[in-house]
């Protein structure tokens, strides 16, 4: 909770009037693809485990796709899965996902491998020309350093990258524009590796999500796996005194570096998504 916390403490800081703010109907706008111009990856930093996000994700595509951009989509889901996702992709047999070894309930991915997960990339299949590509670390790949699974999933994405805006998906921690967090100084987080290390600068943008209140299914070392309430924000539906909505810091790179993001998402409240196969 300690890392979270700081991170929301170092976004309160940064003040207002330097903000570009839209609602969730906003996303059909051309103001907000305006928004996107000359953007090749959008992250979302996502607290795994919540309905919201993923369905935020698939409404995103969607009203970008509307407006005839070219996206594709990354998800944090190991990339010797890709075949089981490829076949479900072009024959809609929900068989595949339901035996894919990613969504086995003895596989621990602490809250990626949940039914709104399954939601997403069943209603991505609808909408067709999407490319769905899996850019997590082979799990058969031994991590010898803290830094080796950010690096490998970076490595990844990189070869995936396409024309268009790529949607990536992940862990918000991963997310992170700037090097090393409080439990890690030396971190170097995949959207940080993206921005430096692979030569996109700013054709990135970086959003973490946030939530009033609301419930979360995920993992712990000292809890477990379960239903939990997610950490709360309401000082930021407060501040800005509205609901549902999306901020890009148009402030300088100091700034937006000194949060760890480019902006974030706000949901009014998260509801827990539990595991496909429990």
């Known amino acids: 909770m300690k890392k979270v916390i700081i991170i929301i ?3 309160l800081k940064i003040g207002y009037g330097q903000e570009v703010i839209f609602s969730f109907p906003q996303l059909n706008s051309n103001e907000f693809s305006k928004s996107l111009e000359n953007k090749n990856i959008l992250i979302i930093g996502e607290w795994h485990g919540t309905n919201e996000t993923p369905d935020f994700v698939f409404k995103l595509i969607q009203a970008l796709k509307d407006q005839h951009i070219k996206v ?3 998800l944090e889901i190991n990339e010797e899965y890709q075949n089981d996702i490829d076949r479900f992709i ?3 047999d929900i068989s595949i996902i339901k035996k894919c070894g990613f969504f086995d309930k003895n596989n621990f991915t602490g809250g990626r491998s949940s039914k709104a997960m399954v939601e997403l990339i069943e209603n991505i299949r609808k ?14 790949k031994k991590i010898l350093t803290s830094n080796d699974r950010d690096s490998m999933m970076a490595t990844t994405i990189n070869k995936n990258i396409s024309n268009g805006i790529n949607i990536l998906l992940m862990g918000n921690f991963h997310a992170r524009i700037k090097k090393g967090h409080d439990q890690n100084t030396d971190i ?3 959207a940080y590796l993206l921005k430096n290390n692979y030569g996109f600068g700013n054709k990135i943008i970086s959003l973490n999500t946030y939530f009033r209140k609301g419930t979360v299914w995920n993992c712990t070392d000292d809890g477990g796996c379960k239903i939990r309430a997610i950490y709360a924000s309401p000082e930021i539906e407060k501040n ?7 901020v890009f810091l148009n402030s300088s790179l100091e700034k937006t570096e000194e949060f760890g993001y480019d902006g974030f998402i706000y949901f009014e409240e998260s509801t827990a998504s ?5």
């Open 274 to 278: 539990l595991p496909l196969n429990e």
């Open 90 to 92: 072009k024959t809609g």
């Open 188 to 190: 170097k987080p995949v």
């Open 72 to 74: 594709s989509l990354g």
């Open 127 to 140: 909408l067709k020309e999407i490319n769905v590509f899996c850019f997590d670390m082979n799990s058969k």
């Open 240 to 246: 800005y005194a509205r609901k549902n909505f999306i």
């Open 9 to 11: 403490f170092t976004l």
